[in-house]
């Protein structure tokens, strides 16, 4: 198998992996404290508007409904998943990946919690780092967590994949 096959191949099995962890830390946490996570509908929503030329939102539950926005929204969930493996892949390589260890996995799952913080939330109308909810630092918290989970998760899934690509 050439090199950019296997890339691709892992980014997705890695990327979808992680993402899976990350939301079955999120339904555990969500059962354990009532506090209920994202509803991927509204990320559906907020990309469903780029074509209209909407990026930004003041509450993005008041924008327009979007067909479809549902199901629209977790595929950009689990495609961020596998962009953010490729991109800890492009970084560590594949040797990484063929032999995965779990400070490089866990230092970038904690990493990209910026993408929420600086990026999305703000678009959605909640501010820079969930600054506008009713509480902030708890918002945090939870994502700093789900980041972190992701995290494990990238080193879960890799460790399958590369098991599973060694058979």
Not at 46 to 56: D, E, I, L, S
Not at 68 to 95: D, M, Q, S
């Amino acid at each position: 198998m050439g090199e950019e096959l296997e890339f691709g191949l892992r980014a997705v099995a890695i990327g979808a992996g992680a993402t899976v962890v990350a939301d079955l830390w999120t339904a555990l946490l969500a059962r354990l404290t009532g506090v209920r996570g994202l509803d991927w509908a509204m990320v559906g929503r907020w990309v469903g508007h780029f074509p209209r030329g909407r990026f930004r939102h003041d509450g993005i539950a008041k924008a327009a409904p979007i067909a479809g926005e549902r199901a629209l929204g977790w595929a950009v969930h689990y495609g961020t998943g596998i962009v953010f493996a490729a991109l800890l892949l492009a970084l560590c390589g594949l040797g990484w990946a063929r032999h995965p260890t779990l400070p490089p996995a866990l230092a970038f799952g904690l990493v990209t919690v910026a993408a929420p913080f600086l990026l999305m939330q703000p678009a959605l109308g909640v501010g820079i780092a969930a600054s506008k909810t009713p509480n902030p630092t708890a918002a945090r918290l939870r994502s700093l967590m789900t980041h972190a989970a992701f995290g494990l998760g990238l080193y879960l899934a890799a460790r399958l994949t590369a098991a599973l690509m060694a058979a």
